[in-house]
């Protein structure tokens, strides 16, 4: 169950007569899990016990795990709060998944390349603006706004230092390295465009379809294959030590003393 277009359940309540958000209409039924959840979340608001206590009645802590995993290790920035599906698939444990994931890799959301990684939700574009989505500063720096489902995960250690630790050990496991991440990046995307047609493509895009506005000229980066390992590559590690998982396991320092006795 994904949060449902209108335009595919109202034409129903139109010919019945019903307004879509009267409690008897099909639109009002159909998206009444979603209503649930939300004043669950809104409910739990600064009352992290609450939200810990309640949190896998209504979450699938794994899936929203490894959703997390992806938007720290690829620098989504624009996938946390907005541009994600929230999805269920019993229509009681919620979590989400990707809509729309190409803002990634050191870019921000109105192009060009800011961040170096590795980013995370305290990372900062300027002194009121941080890098992924959900949340704001003040003109003095301080929080303003902020994203009350993410707050209260990543506060709770359960979730933090088991769950997310644990799912991204088996996201590595099952093939989400960096090697198989650039092999997919630059085989089975990047060269499979003609090179010319990549340039043609975004002079069209960027440039001439601007009449002379430089706005979009920051998106036209070229192949970025050499930022992408290098920034691909960093990120991986730093996550991999953060999580205790992956190829960080593989790295030993044997530390051998000996006393001498009196």
């Known amino acids: 169950?994904?949060?449902?277009?209108?335009?595919?359940?109202?034409?129903?309540?139109?010919?019945?007569?019903i307004d879509k958000f009267n409690v008897n209409s099909k639109y009002r039924r159909k998206i009444k899990p979603f209503?649930?959840?939300?004043?669950?979340v809104v409910s739990t608001r600064n009352n992290q016990a609450k939200f810990e206590?309640?949190?896998a009645q209504h979450l699938d802590l794994y899936k929203m795990a490894a959703y997390y995993v992806f938007i720290m290790r690829f620098g989504l920035?624009?996938?946390?709060?907005?541009?994600?599906?929230?999805?269920?698939?019993?229509?009681?444990?919620?979590?989400?998944?990707?809509?729309?994931?190409?803002i990634a890799l050191g870019n921000k959301n109105d192009g060009g390349i800011a961040f170096?990684?590795?980013?995370?939700?305290?990372?900062?574009?300027?002194?009121?603006?941080?890098?992924?989505?959900?949340?704001?500063?003040?003109?003095?720096?301080?929080?303003?706004?902020?994203n009350w489902l993410f707050d209260a995960l990543e506060n709770w250690s359960y979730w933090m230092n088991t769950v997310v630790k644990d799912v991204a050990d088996a996201l590595y496991n099952a093939g989400l390295t960096y090697d198989n991440v650039r092999k997919m990046l630059d085989d089975n995307y990047?060269?499979?465009?003609?090179?010319?047609?990549?340039?043609?493509?975004?002079?069209?895009?960027?440039?001439?379809?601007?009449?002379?506005?430089p706005t979009w000229l920051s998106w036209l980066q070229g192949s970025r294959m050499t930022h992408r390992h290098w920034w691909l590559s960093n990120s991986m590690d730093y996550y991999?030590?953060?999580?205790?998982?992956?190829?960080?396991?593989?790295?030993?320092?044997?530390?051998?003393?000996?006393?001498t006795a009196g």
């Open 1 to 17: 169950m994904i949060y449902p277009d209108a335009d595919d359940i109202e034409e129903d309540d139109e010919k019945n007569g």
């Open 35 to 40: 209503i649930d959840f939300h004043e669950w």
């Open 53 to 55: 206590a309640e949190a």
């Open 77 to 102: 920035v624009d996938s946390l709060e907005r541009n994600a599906q929230i999805k269920t698939y019993d229509g009681v444990h919620f979590h989400y998944e990707p809509w729309d994931m190409d």
């Open 116 to 146: 170096d990684p590795p980013i995370d939700r305290n990372t900062k574009l300027s002194i009121t603006t941080y890098a992924i989505t959900g949340r704001s500063a003040n003109d003095n720096g301080t929080i303003a706004t902020s």
């Open 190 to 213: 990047a060269a499979k465009w003609c090179e010319l047609m990549y340039n043609a493509s975004g002079f069209y895009k960027y440039v001439e379809s601007g009449d002379g506005d």
């Open 240 to 259: 991999d030590a953060k999580w205790f998982c992956g190829d960080y396991k593989n790295h030993y320092i044997y530390v051998r003393a000996n006393v």
